[in-house]
């Protein structure tokens, strides 16, 4: 059974920093899709960076909204999934949640950072940014 742990969330000013963390276990997949979603009151939950991991490619997947200022990450040795946020802004406020599916060959943007094709989730780590 997956089963996803998130932490490192919390209330940061514009402009601040945060580290995000999802211990995972009860997986072996060879390829995967694993990452992170996000989710503010009254919408529905989106994509904000993904891995793609198989044995021989690797590539990451980033919602236009925080490129350039989200870096994700992995330990595979370690089953850890990382979100580094940096340049905060109020709408980066959201409950953010770890997720992880196997998923052989390169999937498109779109699919990568689509709800639909995900089911394991986390519980969720709250990110709160104040202006």
């Known amino acids: 059974q997956v089963q996803l742990v998130e932490s490192g969330g919390g209330s940061v000013q514009a402009g601040g920093s945060l580290r995000l963390s999802c211990a995972a276990s009860g997986y072996t997949y060879s390829s995967y899709c694993t990452g992170w979603f996000r989710q503010a009151p009254g919408k529905e939950r989106e994509g904000v960076a993904i891995?793609?991991?198989?044995?021989?490619?690797?590539?990451?997947y980033y919602a236009d909204s925080v490129k350039g200022r989200f870096t994700i990450s992995q330990d595979k040795a370690e089953n850890m999934v990382y979100l580094q946020m940096n340049s905060l802004k109020p709408e980066d406020t959201a409950m953010y949640y770890c997720?992880?599916?196997?998923?052989?060959?390169?999937?498109?943007?779109?699919?990568?950072?689509?709800?639909?094709?995900?089911?394991?989730w986390g519980q969720g780590t709250q990110v709160t940014v104040s202006s």
């Open positions: 891995i793609y991991t198989s044995d021989s490619d690797g590539i990451t």
């Open positions: 997720t992880v599916v196997r998923w052989d060959g390169r999937p498109p943007v779109q699919d990568a950072l689509s709800e639909y094709y995900y089911y394991d």
